[in-house]
């Protein structure tokens, strides 16, 4: 079974500061693709990232930041200096890509997203 | 990344009577998929349309609920049909690109609310 779990359901921080979003998954293929989106409050999903499960180097874009651990199963987002259009949900996914073999769609488990609050 | 526009935008429709969503793509895309995300959840999938082909439904979705067609590689529509106030949701039309190298991006969605 494949399941993505983004513990934390809501986090408030003061502009400027760090903050990081957890994500934990499940999955039996050993072959699989994790992703990062955000969600502004005007709805539309907004793509960060996607690394494949055999790349493990962290990866740095500007103010953010992604630690993928495949020995504790994370694929952790940080932004630092973080400033109020941050403002959003996001969520991780997971694809593994034994449904992409089987029913030659790359199929998206959502986790239930963070809700993220940037206060001036 | 792919442009993907969804019609309409927004609609508020009566119990009993059906929606029809349109996604287009300013590219051409293999794969094209249907979310739903319900008041304050994550998305679900609901079906793969491939082109030229029936879609495939996830499970607890079917195919006379949410009917979908894909007559070529850069549109597709699903319809909601005989609405309930549960099927008050966003439905997100998402892409894969013909490349096949998991890019995958996402429509504006269409807030559906049904009274």
């Known amino acids: 079974a494949q399941k993505v779990t983004q513990a934390q359901t809501e986090i408030s921080v003061v502009e400027k500061e760090d903050v990081t979003l957890d994500c934990v998954y499940e999955?039996?293929?050993?072959?699989?693709?994790l992703f990062w989106y955000k969600q502004p409050p005007s709805g539309e999903l907004v793509f960060l990232i996607r690394?494949?499960?055999?790349?493990?180097q962290n990866e740095i874009s500007g103010r953010y930041s992604w630690n993928f651990q495949k020995s504790t199963s994370s694929f952790n987002f940080t932004i630092t200096a973080s400033q109020v259009v941050d403002s959003a949900v996001y969520f991780c996914?997971?694809?593994?890509?034994?449904?992409?073999?089987?029913?030659?769609?790359?199929?998206?488990?959502f986790g239930q997203g963070t809700r993220l609050t940037i206060n001036p | 990344s792919a442009v993907i526009s969804q019609k309409p935008s927004r609609d508020i429709c009566q119990r009993g009577t059906s929606l029809t969503i349109q996604c287009q793509v300013d590219?051409?895309?293999?794969?094209m998929f249907w979310y739903r995300q319900q008041p304050g959840q994550s998305l679900t999938l609901i079906a793969t349309?491939?082109?030229?082909?029936?879609?495939?439904?996830e499970s607890g979705f079917v195919i006379d609920k949410f009917p979908i067609s894909r007559p070529n590689l850069t549109f597709s529509t699903l319809t909601v049909s005989n609405m309930s106030p549960e099927d008050s949701s966003i439905y997100l039309c998402?892409?894969?690109?013909?490349?096949?190298?998991?890019?995958?991006?996402f429509g504006p969605g269409t807030r559906l609310t049904v009274l």
């Open positions: 998402s892409v894969e690109r013909l490349a096949g190298d998991n890019e995958q991006f």
């Open positions: 996914a997971l694809s593994p890509l034994s449904a992409k073999i089987i029913q030659g769609a790359q199929k998206l488990v």
């Open positions: 690394r494949n499960s055999f790349d493990e």
């Open positions: 590219s051409q895309v293999t794969m």
């Open positions: 349309a491939n082109q030229g082909s029936e879609a495939t439904y």
């Open positions: 999955t039996r293929d050993t072959t699989y693709y």
